[in-house]
Structure formats: structure tokens, C-alpha cells
Antibody, heavy 121, light 108 residues
């Protein structure tokens, strides 16, 4: 069965960087984009960007350009999301999600369990 | 940037009742690009509806989606106890993805 398993919770100081991993299994890793979506405490969902596991190509939401880097390791079917220059308002649960493309659009059909990143001095 | 506005913010209903949730886009969009998700406390979202009206794999037929242009609706025909959760609409456009702020469906 399709699974996305993320790394554990992190506590970081303002200005630091965090790198979250997402290991995929149960499907052809290179066949689907992986997206990252975050959710601040008690808030809604915010899309951050995607990575193409096959080529490593990326597309980042404008808000995060310059601060986010998404990479992948095809040998372990793992994608990574690194967010730099952390601020307190980056405190959130970060999710990876598989992008399923149908009818010219993409939706998120499988999600990781989420990784809580807390930014605090 | 297209903004999605969901209403109501909170909907209080009883099991067995019908739920109607709204998602309004700030400009006309293709219905192909509209999806709905359910999120329970402490869990990741789950895809319910894509293309405005197509149910995702394994989603019960009491969930249905409709709409076009700027107005979209998620309907739960007869609420089960496990349906009380937060529901988000989501739009794809210009290689970007936008979510509504969510509607909380709570037990009355």
C-alpha cells in the first residue's frame, strides 16, 4: 500500500534551518510529484511547492522562494524539504503529499503523517 | 491570486442530517481544478472529491460535490458520527495550489 513516512518533530531557534524527510513506498517513486503543505497551529493548509522525483525539478510557492529547497534521493525513495531562516511563524505541521494528476489537474491523494516543526528561542 | 472563501466557518448538525458546505472562488475557475479534503483532529487531510464532483477512491457515496464558475458545494447526504471534522476546498491554478480556510463540521 502507498505510504509516505516523515521524519520526527524538530525544535529550532529563529534563524536556523530545518530539513524534513518523506520516505515513499508502495508505488513507483518516480511516477508522481511530491508536494509539501504546511499547517500552522489551529490554522488552514498552505501549499509550499513540489518536486519531481524523476528529474529533481521543483516549483515553489512565491512566498517561500529563496527560503525553501526540495531535493530527492531516488536510491532511497526519499524527498527532503529544507526551510531556512526560520521565524516563529514557521511553527507548523509540515506534510508531504503525493500529487495525482487527472483531467489536467493535480490533487493530493496520499499524505504523510506530518512533522511538527517548532521555532522558538 | 485566486482566493477561496468557505462558509460557514462552523456548521453544527446532528448525525443523520444533511450537510451543505460552500466554497466560493474570487474569480471564475475551471471545475476540473477544484478538490475537497476532510481533516480529523491530529490527522493528515484525506482527499474526498476532485474535479468538483468526482469521488476519490474509497469515499462513500453520501459525499457529493457540485458547482461551477465561482461557487462550489460539498454535500454530505446523511451525516455519520465519523464525518464530524474540518473540510477544506482546494484549487489548482497557474501551477500553484490554494486552500480555503476550512469549515468545521461539529456535532450539535
Amino acid at each position: 500500500q502507498v505510504q509516505l513516512v516523515q521524519s520526527g518533530a524538530e525544535v529550532k531557534k529563529p534563524g536556523a534551518s530545518v530539513k524534513v524527510s518523506c520516505k515513499a513506498s508502495g508505488y513507483t517513486f518516480t511516477g508522481y510529484h511530491i508536494h509539501w503543505v504546511r499547517q500552522a497551529p489551529g490554522q488552514g493548509l498552505e501549499w509550499m511547492g513540489w518536486i519531481i522525483p524523476n528529474s529533481g525539478g521543483t516549483n515553489y510557492a512565491q512566498k517561500f522562494q529563496g527560503r525553501v529547497t526540495m531535493t530527492r534521493d531516488t536510491s532511497t525513495s526519499t524527498v527532503y524539504m529544507e526551510l531556512s531562516r526560520l521565524r516563529s511563524d514557521d511553527t507548523a505541521v509540515y506534510y508531504c503529499a503525493r500529487g495525482l494528476s487527472i483531467m489536467g489537474t493535480t490533487m493530493f491523494d496520499y499524505w504523510g503523517q506530518g512533522t511538527l516543526v517548532t521555532v522558538s528561542s | 491570486e485566486i482566493v477561496l472563501t468557505q462558509s460557514p466557518g462552523t456548521l453544527s448538525l446532528s448525525p443523520g442530517e444533511r450537510a451543505t458546505l460552500s466554497c466560493r472562488a474570487s474569480q471564475s475557475v475551471s471545475s476540473s481544478y477544484l478538490a475537497w479534503y476532510q481533516q480529523k483532529a491530529g490527522q493528515a487531510p484525506r482527499l474526498l472529491i476532485y474535479g468538483a464532483s468526482s469521488r476519490a477512491t474509497g469515499i462513500p457515496d453520501r459525499f457529493s460535490g457540485s458547482g461551477s464558475g465561482t461557487d462550489f458545494t460539498l454535500t454530505i447526504s446523511r451525516l455519520e458520527p465519523e464525518d464530524f471534522a474540518i473540510y477544506f476546498c482546494q484549487l489548482y491554478g497557474n501551477a500553484q495550489y490554494t486552500f480555503g480556510q476550512g469549515t468545521k463540521l461539529e456535532i450539535k
